[in-house]
Each structure stands twice: as structure tokens, then as C-alpha cells.
């Protein structure tokens, strides 16, 4: 799974003096060597979102390690890492947990995300042939930027058909995410030939942009294509999406232009050696 490396755990005195993560924190770092808050887990059986801290860069597989339940005043008690994640870079921010955080379902097979609020719940698994009615209306919405890129609707991604996405689906792989109330705000799609994965129609509602789902729904359909050369394309103009991809590691291999006005852009990643 994600987790490397040797789980050290430590106790802590008087937890209940601290009242914000923020004092616990700056305590820690005093009191413990390169200290850093590491992951967190979502214990099944207690309902509660643990946070996990460490002295170590990660996690051995099938370990014991510390978490710390703050709801329960900071009570420490002992958990696996089979269900805990890691946190995003970033997510410790003057002092306080102000981004989302990942773990995964006990399965192993959906990737869960959690902010502090619990409409932060959002969850990425396989979309099953029911859900391809409401992606391909997530679709139609979500490409509406891109068609204001071009001043038309004329553009492949609103012209799909439902049985032209149901073909995709045969096909290959294709990822949703849903919010605790089981609306899907994002979805990715991809499918293997000859040793690659072609990506595409990476999408997310415009409510739900800008924090990090784009690259969470890319990096998900990699691990489902693990082993694999990756590659996509977007139009020259989307330089939003020209840098996300680039951040994920690709690079531009490649441009084909498909008239005056439209010319995609091709990136690849390839697989690690």
C-alpha cells in the first residue's frame, strides 16, 4: 500500500492541556526530534477520524502505530496502518488542518478523502454502469471551460454520446468521485494498449475546483494502471491543465493540430524503471 520505512510512536504527558492542534503541535516539535504529524486513519469501529503522529518518514505495512483521537481529548490509543494514509503536502498550515487527507477503505479498494467538516467526505472507486448517465452530465458541465476557451460548444468532450462513454466503459477503466451523499463531483477515465495507459476526460465539478481533486483523480487512475508508460492530451489553450499535468510528472512529447484554432498537446509519463 502507500506506507515505507519504521513506525516509532511516543506518549505524551497532560494531553488535555492543549487546546488546539496547533499548541499540540508546537509542543511536539520541541519535545521530539523532526517530529511530524503523518497521516490518518478512520477507525470502522469507533467512527472516528484518528490522526497519526510519528517520528519517521512512514509506515510499515501491518505495523502498530500512534494515533491521536482529538474528539476523545486527545486520548492516544494504538492503531494499523492497513487503514491509515498519508497527508498531503501541506496540509499543516499556520497551525491548523486546513486541507484534506487520504486513507483508504478496509478493502483497500476506494481511496477515501476527509477535511475537518463532514461535507469533506469524498470518495474515488469504479463507476459502474449506472453512474455513466450522470458522468456524461458531469461531462457536459464541467467542459463548459473549455468550450469558453474557444468560443463554441463545437468541442469532442459535449458532443459525446451516452453509448459512446458506455464503449469506453467496456473497454477499460473508469474512476468516479462521490460526496457522502453519493453525488459524483469527479471523475477519470483511461484504458491499456501495448504497454500504455491512455488517460482522459479528467473532470471536476466547478464547485469542487481548485483543491487538489484534478491531481487526487489522476494519481488514482495511475495506481489502477500501475506498470504502465502513461499518456493524455489537452488542448494548447488549457494551460490549467498543462500544468497540472506537468506537476504529475509528464512531459510534452508531442502536438498535432486539428485545425486553425484547435491544437492538442501530448504528455507522457513513463513507467518507473
Given at each position: 500500500m502507500?506506507?515505507?520505512?519504521?513506525?516509532r510512536?511516543?506518549?505524551?504527558?497532560?494531553?488535555q492541556?492543549?487546546?488546539?492542534i496547533?499548541?499540540f503541535?508546537?509542543?511536539?516539535?520541541?519535545k521530539y526530534?523532526c517530529?511530524?504529524?503523518r497521516?490518518?486513519?478512520y477507525?470502522?469501529?469507533?467512527?472516528?477520524?484518528?490522526?497519526?503522529?510519528?517520528?519517521t518518514?512512514?509506515?510499515?505495512?501491518?505495523s502498530?502505530?500512534?494515533v491521536i483521537?482529538p474528539d476523545e481529548?486527545?486520548?492516544?490509543?494504538?492503531?494499523?496502518?492497513?487503514?491509515?494514509g498519508h497527508?498531503y503536502d501541506?496540509?499543516?498550515?499556520d497551525?491548523?488542518l486546513s486541507?484534506?487527507?487520504?486513507?483508504?477503505?478496509?478493502?483497500?479498494n476506494?481511496?477515501?478523502l476527509?477535511?475537518?467538516?463532514?461535507?469533506?467526505y469524498?470518495r474515488?472507486c469504479?463507476?459502474?454502469?449506472k453512474?455513466?448517465?450522470e458522468?456524461?452530465?458531469l461531462q457536459y458541465l464541467?467542459y463548459?471551460?473549455?468550450?469558453a476557451l474557444?468560443?463554441t460548444d463545437?468541442i469532442?468532450?459535449l458532443?459525446?454520446?451516452i453509448?459512446?462513454?458506455?464503449?469506453e466503459?467496456r473497454?477499460?477503466t473508469?474512476?468516479?468521485?462521490v460526496?457522502?451523499d453519493?453525488?459524483?463531483?469527479?471523475?477519470?477515465?483511461a484504458h491499456?494498449?501495448?504497454?500504455?495507459?491512455?488517460?482522459?476526460?479528467?473532470?471536476?465539478h466547478?464547485?469542487?475546483?481548485?483543491?487538489g481533486?484534478?491531481?487526487t483523480l489522476?494519481s488514482?487512475?495511475?495506481?489502477?494502471?500501475?506498470?504502465l508508460?502513461?499518456e493524455l492530451?489537452t488542448?494548447?489553450r488549457?494551460?490549467d491543465?498543462?500544468?497540472?499535468?506537468?506537476n504529475?510528472g509528464?512531459e510534452?512529447?508531442?502536438?498535432r493540430?486539428?485545425?486553425?484554432?484547435?491544437?492538442?498537446v501530448?504528455?507522457?509519463k513513463?513507467k518507473p524503471?
Amino acid at each position: 500500500m502507500l506506507f515505507t520505512g519504521i513506525t516509532r510512536t511516543f506518549s505524551t504527558e497532560n494531553e488535555q492541556q492543549y487546546e488546539t492542534i496547533g499548541a499540540f503541535w508546537a509542543e511536539m516539535e520541541n519535545k521530539y526530534d523532526c517530529t511530524r504529524l503523518r497521516g490518518l486513519g478512520y477507525n470502522w469501529t469507533l467512527g472516528t477520524i484518528e490522526y497519526v503522529i510519528g517520528l519517521t518518514d512512514g509506515y510499515a505495512e501491518g505495523s502498530d502505530c500512534t494515533v491521536i483521537l482529538p474528539d476523545e481529548g486527545w486520548t492516544e490509543v494504538r492503531g494499523r496502518t492497513e487503514n491509515l494514509g498519508h497527508i498531503y503536502d501541506g496540509i499543516y498550515k499556520d497551525g491548523a488542518l486546513s486541507y484534506e487527507i487520504e486513507t483508504f477503505d478496509p478493502d483497500g479498494n476506494c481511496r477515501i478523502l476527509y477535511s475537518r467538516s463532514p461535507e469533506g467526505y469524498k470518495r474515488i472507486c469504479r463507476a459502474t454502469e449506472k453512474d455513466l448517465d450522470e458522468i456524461l452530465k458531469l461531462q457536459y458541465l464541467a467542459y463548459q471551460s473549455e468550450a469558453a476557451l474557444f468560443g463554441t460548444d463545437d468541442i469532442p468532450p459535449l458532443k459525446q454520446t451516452i453509448e459512446e462513454v458506455a464503449e469506453e466503459y467496456r473497454r477499460g477503466t473508469i474512476l468516479k468521485m462521490v460526496t457522502k451523499d453519493g453525488r459524483i463531483i469527479g471523475s477519470v477515465r483511461a484504458h491499456a494498449q501495448n504497454g500504455t495507459a491512455y488517460i482522459g476526460k479528467l473532470m471536476v465539478h466547478p464547485d469542487y475546483r481548485g483543491c487538489g481533486l484534478g491531481s487526487t483523480l489522476l494519481s488514482e487512475i495511475e495506481r489502477y494502471c500501475s506498470g504502465l508508460r502513461y499518456e493524455l492530451f489537452t488542448s494548447t489553450r488549457s494551460t490549467d491543465n498543462i500544468r497540472l499535468y506537468r506537476n504529475a510528472g509528464y512531459e510534452i512529447f508531442d502536438q498535432r493540430a486539428v485545425d486553425d484554432k484547435l491544437v492538442f498537446v501530448y504528455l507522457e509519463k513513463n513507467k518507473p524503471i
